[in-house]
C-alpha cells in the first residue's frame, strides 16, 4: 500500500436513540481515538437543519475536538463559505489557530450544506451568494497575512497567522479554483463520484504554486466501513444508505439502526445508491486493503480522506482501528 497519510471526516452523527450532546462526546472521544491511531487530520462539516449531524455550529465544534486532542490537525470539510462573512470564518478561524497553533485546517465548500429554504434563513439574501465564492476565497487569504499599518479592517485574532486554506468540491468548479490560487484541493468522492477523474485532472494538469503551496496535493474521500467479518461490515453499512434514502426522499433523520435494507429500498434507489456510494470499501481487514490499494493505485490520491457512518460508536472505533492495522501501522512499517 502506498505510504500516505490517512485522516478522518467525522460529520458528528446523531444515532437513533442518541441526542446531539451525545454525538459530540461521541467526536471529541473519536478524535482522541484517531490521533493514537495514528490519522493525519480530523474534519468536522457544516451542514444544517439535519436532525442526524451535530456540526452546524463547526468552528465551536472543531474548538471541542482540538481541545480534547493534543497533536493531530483539526479542521473543517468544510465550512460553507457563502452562508457566512469571509471576515467572520477569518476571526473563527484565526481564534482557533491562537488556541491550537499549528493544528488548524480551513476547508471551504461553496455549497449551502443544507436545502434552499434554510439556506435563505441562513443567509437572509441568495443572489450571487456562490457566483462570488472565488472573490470570497481571496478576500479569506488577505486576512489571514500581516495587516499592514494602513489596513482599515483586519481579523484579530486571524492576521499573520499560519491558517492553511483548502477547497472542497464535487465537481470540476473548486478543481479550477483550487489550481488557479495554488491551494490543496479535496473532493468529495465519497458521495459524487462522477466528475472525480475529471476534477483531478483540470487541478493536476493546471495547478500555479503559491506561497501556500509548490506543488498539487489532492485528498479523496472515501467511505469505509470496517469490522471482523464482509457480514458484519455489510451491516453496519445499512445506517449510511438508509441515511442517504432518507434524505432523498425528503425526510432527514438521525443515522438509523442497521436493518435489512430489501425490506426499506426499491430497485431505483438501490441503483441510484450505489452509483453515488461507488467509493466504499466495506468489509474485513483484507477486504479493506484489497480495496485502499485499488483505490490508491488507480487515483493515487495525496492523501485520503476515510468516514464512517456507523449507528455504534463502539463499532465506528473499531472501524478506525481496523483502517489502521492495515492500513497507517503498515505505511509506518513500510517507512521504516
Not at 175 to 196: I, N, V
Request: with cysteine.
Amino acid at each position: 500500500m502506498s505510504p500516505i497519510p490517512f485522516s478522518v471526516l467525522d460529520l458528528a452523527p446523531v444515532p437513533e436513540g442518541s441526542t446531539a450532546g451525545d454525538a459530540l462526546r461521541n467526536s471529541a472521544d473519536l478524535a482522541g481515538h484517531a490521533e493514537r491511531l495514528g490519522f493525519n487530520r480530523y474534519w468536522l462539516a457544516e451542514h444544517h437543519n439535519m436532525p442526524g449531524i451535530a456540526s452546524a455550529a463547526t468552528a465551536v465544534v472543531i474548538a471541542h475536538v482540538a481541545a480534547a486532542t493534543s497533536t493531530i490537525r483539526v479542521g473543517s470539510g468544510g465550512v460553507m463559505l457563502p452562508n457566512h462573512a469571509p471576515l467572520v470564518i477569518a476571526e473563527q478561524f484565526g481564534t482557533l489557530a491562537a488556541l491550537h497553533p499549528g493544528r488548524i485546517d480551513l476547508g471551504l465548500g461553496r455549497a449551502p450544506g443544507t436545502d434552499q429554504r434554510t439556506a435563505r434563513a441562513l443567509r437572509r439574501d441568495l443572489a450571487g451568494s456562490e457566483t462570488r465564492f472565488a472573490d470570497d476565497v481571496i478576500e479569506l487569504q488577505s486576512y489571514f497575512r500581516p495587516a499592514p499599518p494602513d489596513q482599515a479592517v483586519r481579523a484579530v485574532p486571524g492576521a499573520g497567522l499560519d491558517v492553511p486554506i483548502w477547497l472542497l468540491g464535487s465537481s470540476t468548479y473548486s478543481a479550477e479554483l483550487a489550481a488557479a490560487l495554488g491551494l490543496p484541493f479535496a473532493f468529495a468522492s465519497h458521495f459524487a463520484p462522477d466528475l472525480l477523474r475529471q476534477a483531478l485532472q483540470i487541478y493536476r494538469t493546471r495547478f500555479q504554486p503559491s506561497a501556500q503551496l509548490a506543488r498539487p496535493y489532492a485528498m479523496l474521500g472515501l467511505n469505509v466501513i470496517a469490522a471482523e467479518t464482509d457480514a458484519r461490515a455489510a451491516h453496519l453499512f445499512t445506517s449510511l444508505q438508509q441515511a442517504f434514502i432518507n434524505l432523498r426522499r425528503g425526510r432527514p433523520g438521525k443515522l438509523p439502526a442497521p436493518a435489512m435494507m430489501q425490506d426499506i429500498w426499491s430497485p431505483m434507489e438501490k441503483a441510484q445508491l450505489d452509483h453515488a456510494l461507488v467509493h466504499s470499501i466495506v468489509g474485513a481487514p483484507d477486504t479493506i486493503s484489497t480495496g485502499l490499494d485499488r483505490f490508491i493505485a488507480e487515483f493515487r490520491p495525496d492523501e485520503l480522506m476515510i468516514t464512517a457512518q456507523i449507528h455504534d460508536h463502539g463499532a465506528r472505533r473499531r472501524s478506525y482501528e481496523i483502517v489502521s492495522e492495515v492500513a497507517i501501522t503498515r505505511k509506518q512499517c513500510i517507512a521504516a
